[in-house]
């Protein structure tokens, strides 16, 4: 059973920074895929950033650069760092996971780029 749970958002001004975190109820260590979506609003949900569980990853051009994921197996836990944040970057983050054929969302954690 996956269950993920976003936490770390919040309020920052631009160029600041924030770390989101998406926890696993059990281990993300049999979980190929995962990494993060977001959805501004008036906007389609996009697609950010993918890891796999060999650590490959694939980032979108906006957040090239800024934003770092990672996992830690041991903690069941992934991140997301993002950094130089721009008032475009604001929106809701969606923790994703696929398993197999199944994909799973966490339920999300709001980022609010202003000063």
């Known amino acids: 059973q996956v269950q993920l749970v976003e936490s770390g958002g919040g309020l920052v001004q631009p160029g600041g920074s924030l770390r989101l975190s998406c926890a696993d109820s059990k281990s993300i260590f049999s979980i190929p895929i995962m990494g993060w979506y977001r959805q501004a609003p008036g906007k389609q949900r996009e697609w950010v950033v993918t890891?796999?569980?060999?650590?490959?990853?694939n980032y979108a051009d906006s957040v090239k650069g800024r934003f770092t994921i990672s996992r830690d197996n041991a903690k069941n836990t992934m991140y997301l760092q993002m950094n130089s944040l721009e008032p475009e970057d604001t929106a809701v983050y969606y923790c994703h996971a696929v398993l197999g054929a199944r994909q799973y969302w966490g339920q999300g954690t709001q980022v609010t780029v202003s000063s």
């Open positions: 890891i796999t569980s060999g650590n490959s990853t």
